[in-house]
C-alpha cells in the first residue's frame, strides 16, 4: 500500500430504487426492495478489511430497516442524514427543511435512543446558490458538516467555482471560504488538474473508468487533500433485475455493474480509509 499524507473516506447513500430520481421508464414496484441486500454487502466488504465509513440514511429507510441501522452503528460506521424521502432541498422551504430534519431525528431516535448526527447530504446534492439558507438550517439543527455543493456544472445539479477541498461557506456567497461560518463542506471528490475538473467521486466514474485512471486521480487527490466517494446499495448487487430505463439512464446506472465489488476490494486495499466524521477531527475542521 503507497503512503499518502490524507486518509481517505468513503461514504454510502442508503436508499431504495423507489427513493431515486432517475426516470423510470416502466413501473417500479416498492416491493423490489434493494436497500437490504445491498448495505448488507457492504457492511460485509468494510468488515472484511476493517474500515469504517459514512452512511447517508434516508428516514424512511431507518423507520423500514432499523436492523440494518443497529448493524451499521453497532459495527462503527457513521450514521448520516439523507433526508427523509429523497425529496430534494429544492423543493423546501425553511420551514418545511427543518421539519424534515426534526422527523428524521425523531427517527433515529426511535431506533437508537439518543444518538449524534452530524452530516447531512441532500438527495441530489441539491444545495446550491439558489437556497444557501439550508446551511443555516442545518447548523441551527444541530448539523456539523455538510456534502451537498457539487463544486462543478453537470446535468442536473452543480455549483461551478465552489472549493474541491474542505471549506467553511460563507453565507453570502456559499462558494467562498469564510473562518467564521457555521458549517464544514466536505464536497464529494473532484480531480482538478491543470484548471480542469474532473468529477470522480461517484459509483458511475468508480465503474465507467478504467481502475488504473481512476486511481491515478485519487493517488493525485489524496498527495494535496482528503476525498469522499460515494456508492449506492443497488450498485452493488449486480444480480438484482434490471430496472427499466431510458438508454441515457440504463447506461449511466448500468454501466460495469459487474466490476464494483473487485474495484471496491482493490481500494479497499490500496487506501486508509475512515469515516467524514474522523477525517474532519483529524485535518483539524471540527474543534
Ligand atoms: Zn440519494
Same mark, same amino acid.
Given at each position: 500500500?503507497?503512503?499518502?499524507?490524507?486518509?481517505?473516506?468513503?461514504?454510502?447513500?442508503?436508499?431504495?430504487?423507489?427513493?431515486?430520481?432517475?426516470?423510470?421508464?416502466?413501473?417500479?414496484?416498492?416491493?423490489?426492495?434493494?436497500?437490504?441486500?445491498?448495505?448488507?454487502?457492504?457492511?460485509?466488504?468494510?468488515?472484511?478489511?476493517?474500515?469504517?465509513?459514512?452512511?447517508?440514511?434516508?428516514?424512511?429507510?431507518?423507520?423500514?430497516?432499523?436492523?440494518?441501522?443497529?448493524?451499521?452503528?453497532?459495527?462503527?460506521?457513521?450514521?448520516?442524514?439523507?433526508?427523509?424521502?429523497?425529496?430534494?432541498?429544492?423543493?423546501?422551504?425553511?420551514?418545511?427543511?427543518?421539519?424534515?430534519?426534526?422527523? $428524521?431525528?425523531?427517527?433515529?431516535?426511535?431506533? #437508537?435512543?439518543?444518538? @449524534?448526527?452530524?452530516? *447531512? +447530504? =441532500?438527495?441530489?446534492?441539491? &444545495?446550491?446558490?439558489?437556497?444557501?439558507?439550508?446551511?443555516?438550517?442545518?447548523?441551527?439543527?444541530?448539523?456539523?458538516?455538510?456534502?451537498?455543493?457539487?463544486?462543478?456544472?453537470?446535468?442536473?445539479?452543480?455549483?461551478?467555482?465552489?472549493?474541491?477541498?474542505?471549506?467553511?461557506?460563507?453565507?453570502?456567497?456559499?462558494?467562498?471560504?469564510?473562518?467564521?461560518?457555521?458549517?464544514?463542506?466536505?464536497?464529494?471528490?473532484?480531480?482538478?488538474?491543470?484548471?480542469?475538473? $474532473?468529477?470522480?467521486?461517484?459509483?458511475?466514474? #468508480?465503474?465507467?473508468? @478504467?481502475?488504473?485512471? *481512476? +486511481? =491515478?486521480?485519487?493517488?493525485? &487527490?489524496?498527495?494535496?487533500?482528503?476525498?469522499?466517494?460515494?456508492?449506492?446499495?443497488?450498485?452493488?448487487?449486480?444480480?438484482?433485475?434490471?430496472?427499466?430505463?431510458?438508454?441515457?439512464?440504463?447506461?449511466?446506472?448500468?454501466?460495469?455493474?459487474?466490476?464494483?465489488?473487485?474495484?471496491?476490494?482493490?481500494?479497499?486495499?490500496?487506501?486508509?480509509?475512515?469515516?467524514?466524521?474522523?477525517?474532519?477531527?483529524?485535518?483539524?475542521?471540527?474543534?
Amino acid at each position: 500500500m503507497p503512503r499518502f499524507p490524507h486518509r481517505a473516506a468513503f461514504s454510502f447513500d442508503i436508499e431504495d430504487w423507489h427513493h431515486s430520481e432517475i426516470n423510470k421508464v416502466g413501473e417500479v414496484h416498492a416491493s423490489e426492495s434493494i436497500v437490504e441486500r445491498g448495505t448488507n454487502a457492504i457492511l460485509d466488504l468494510l468488515a472484511k478489511h476493517g474500515w469504517r465509513s459514512t452512511f447517508f440514511v434516508l428516514g424512511d429507510v431507518v423507520r423500514e430497516h432499523p436492523e440494518l441501522i443497529r448493524r451499521m452503528v453497532r459495527e462503527g460506521h457513521e450514521l448520516a442524514c439523507h433526508g427523509m424521502s429523497h425529496r430534494p432541498v429544492w423543493r423546501a422551504t425553511p420551514e418545511t427543511f427543518r421539519a424534515e430534519l426534526r422527523e $428524521f431525528r425523531t427517527t433515529v431516535e426511535g431506533v #437508537l435512543g439518543d444518538f @449524534p448526527v452530524t452530516g *447531512f +447530504r =441532500a438527495p441530489t446534492f441539491s &444545495i446550491d446558490r439558489s437556497n444557501a439558507w439550508a446551511l443555516d438550517v442545518l447548523a441551527d439543527e444541530g448539523y456539523r458538516y455538510d456534502s451537498s455543493i457539487f463544486p462543478m456544472k453537470v446535468k442536473m445539479y452543480g455549483t461551478p467555482g465552489a472549493p474541491v477541498g474542505l471549506y467553511r461557506p460563507s453565507r453570502a456567497d456559499l462558494r467562498k471560504h469564510d473562518p467564521a461560518g457555521r458549517l464544514v463542506e466536505f464536497p464529494v471528490a473532484i480531480a482538478e488538474v491543470m484548471g480542469v475538473r $474532473f468529477p470522480v467521486g461517484g459509483g458511475f466514474y #468508480l465503474r465507467a473508468l @478504467p481502475l488504473p485512471l *481512476f +486511481r =491515478a486521480g485519487l493517488d493525485f &487527490i489524496l498527495q494535496h487533500r482528503p476525498f469522499v466517494l460515494y456508492l449506492h446499495p443497488r450498485e452493488v448487487t449486480p444480480e438484482s433485475r434490471r430496472m427499466p430505463l431510458d438508454p441515457v439512464n440504463g447506461f449511466i446506472t448500468y454501466v460495469n455493474l459487474d466490476t464494483v465489488i473487485a474495484k471496491l476490494e482493490h481500494l479497499f486495499q490500496r487506501y486508509e480509509w475512515t469515516t467524514m466524521r474522523d477525517i474532519l477531527n483529524d485535518e483539524g475542521w471540527l474543534r
